[in-house]
């Protein structure tokens, strides 16, 4: 670091000199594809260099990074799809979800859609609506096997998988 | 020797999916408690897991709204892979057809028309019939018609020093498309910009006029002129033995310089092309001595002492921005 660099730009470069390696293998593990995890790791340290949020003192910086690319991975589109679907939904079946619908309800909602969609990020489909069915429907593994026209080792080894895959995506 | 961590998350894994399955019997919770005391490492991968189902448990009330969000989240998405490569093979192009274009769209065609010309890092002096000195620097081009009553220069791009011989009865005029510069016999640099004559006196002086014949101006050494189509002024003064110094070590010796001006000086010197926000950069300002024969080590050099990102794609293109400022 030279003496004449600004602190905002010497915090990013020691940010991105610390932690790009670890962002990058986290991304590149999590998406399953080289490419896509150098350009979201990029991108990543790009909108925090635009956000200008100080970054010199922070104290999980993995964590930081990683909200920072969540931001990225679920952009604003998709999460306008979440809380159009979610709400188009709610009001079907409103009289059977009394208490789900003040407006502080349905934000924690959302924002917890939000965080489960990018830990399902990278899934295939099948591995991703076996895991759903599964934990949020309470579906049994046949009644899924049936569903999806799988079989009950296929739909065992696909929840593994997801598993697996999860909980990488909470490891920061 | 501790289990690698892939074998303790598999293992974390089997152990959800076991306790569901057996209806978290106690003998299975038992069991599993034993497991995660084996290492911190163990306890993480079972939390972190745990962690996982309970975000989706959380939202059974109600699974219908919160199944149609993540249908929703994930329909119509493929895998970004080959948007983004597409993406990738088209700036590749990009990057090699803009030298083309570029090349296309610059004023060289004119260079090639003229009398003489010099290319990019190229710098030629020559001696007219007249006994005068011409001496073109990088990327510029020039028409010569003498004649028994004058002798004219046409600056067509880029940047002369002329010393005039004198000749009391044939004058020495150089003409760009926004003035002329006439002298019986001196010595002087004319820059033709984009929209303006920049006119560095460094010895005597000419009379400057502009393209509409309606302004007049005397220059003498050690001033310097702007010329444009409808008007001559004064803009400062210049430092004549710097001057010579300069053109004779082929350097570019700006003073306060707004710095978008200092790069197309610098790209005139260079093959390729400087890609750059004229606006962004306007406010920044230049003082220094650069080396016109090393363009790249030119742009360091400006690097060094302002906040700009000079980033080489290929030896065709730079792209120069400012760094966003520090948050005060």
Redesign the interface.
């Given at each position: 670091m030279s003496s004449g660099e600004?602190?905002?730009?010497a915090a990013i470069s020691d940010l991105y000199c610390e932690h790009h390696g670890w962002l990058f293998g986290w991304l590149r593990r999590k998406l399953g594809?080289a490419?896509?995890a150098a350009?979201l790791a990029q991108d990543t340290f790009a909108r925090i260099?635009?956000a200008?949020e100080?970054v010199a003192s922070l104290r999980e910086p993995r964590a930081f990074l990683s909200t920072t690319a969540r931001r990225l991975i679920?952009d604003q589109v998709?999460r306008k799809?979440?809380?159009?679907?979610?709400?188009?939904?709610?009001a079907?079946?409103a009289e059977a979800?009394e208490g789900?619908q003040s407006p502080e309800h349905i934000l924690s909602?959302?924002e917890?859609?939000e965080?489960?969609?990018f830990?399902?990020e990278g899934l295939h489909?099948n591995v991703?609506q076996a895991?759903?069915l599964y934990?949020?429907?309470?579906l049994t593994?046949s009644e899924i096997a049936r569903q999806l026209g799988l079989s009950d080792r296929t739909v065992?080894k696909y929840?593994?998988q997801a598993?697996?895959h999860?909980?990488?995506?909470?490891?920061t | 020797m501790p289990a690698p961590r892939q074998i303790i998350d598999e293992q974390a894994a089997e152990w959800m999916l076991r306790l569901h399955e057996e209806g978290f019997s106690d003998a299975a919770r038992l069991e599993f408690e034993c497991w995660k005391q084996q290492s911190p490492q163990h306890a993480a991968a079972a939390q972190r897991m745990q962690d996982a189902i309970s975000r989706l448990q959380s939202l059974r009330e109600q699974s219908a709204p919160a199944k149609a969000a993540l249908n929703a989240a994930f329909t119509g998405r493929k895998p970004t892979a080959p948007r983004k490569h597409i993406l990738r093979v088209v700036l590749i192009a990009a990057c090699l057809a803009l030298p083309v274009t570029l090349t296309l769209k610059s004023q060289y065609p004119e260079r090639w028309l003229a009398d003489i010309s010099t290319g990019p890092n190229d710098w030629k002096t020559l001696h007219l019939a007249d006994d005068s000195t011409l001496t073109l620097s990088g990327a510029s081009a020039v028409n010569v018609h003498f004649n028994s009553t004058e002798r004219r220069i046409e600056l067509l791009q880029g940047e002369i020093l002329v010393e005039v011989a004198h000749d009391r009865s044939r004058p020495f005029i150089v003409q760009t498309a926004q003035g002329t510069m006439r002298a019986l016999g001196t010595r002087f640099v004319v820059n033709h910009l984009a929209d303006t004559t920049v006119l560095s006196m460094l010895q005597s002086r000419v009379a400057a006029q502009s393209a509409n014949e309606q302004q007049t101006l005397e220059v003498g050494a050690g001033s310097k002129a702007l010329i444009s189509r409808d008007a001559v002024k004064l803009s400062g003064t210049v430092d004549p033995a710097s001057i010579n110094e300069a053109w004779r070590r082929h350097q570019l010796v700006v003073e306060n310089q707004p710095l978008d001006q200092v790069l197309d000086e610098i790209a005139r010197h260079r093959r390729g092309h400087l890609q750059f926000d004229r606006n962004a950069l306007a406010d920044l300002r230049v003082t220094a001595v650069l080396p016109l024969d090393d363009t790249d080590r030119a742009l360091q050099l400006i690097a060094e002492t302002l906040p700009l990102s000079i980033k080489t794609y290929t030896p065709w293109l730079i792209v120069i921005s400012q760094l966003p400022q520090p948050k005060k």
């Open positions: 600004p602190p905002f730009q594809c490419h896509n350009d260099l635009n200008r100080s679920i998709r799809h979440i809380e159009n679907a979610y709400l188009q939904e709610l079907l079946t979800l789900y909602t959302l917890a859609l965080h489960i969609a830990m399902l489909d991703r895991f759903v934990y949020l429907d309470g593994q065992r929840l593994i598993l697996l999860c909980s990488h995506s909470l490891d | -």
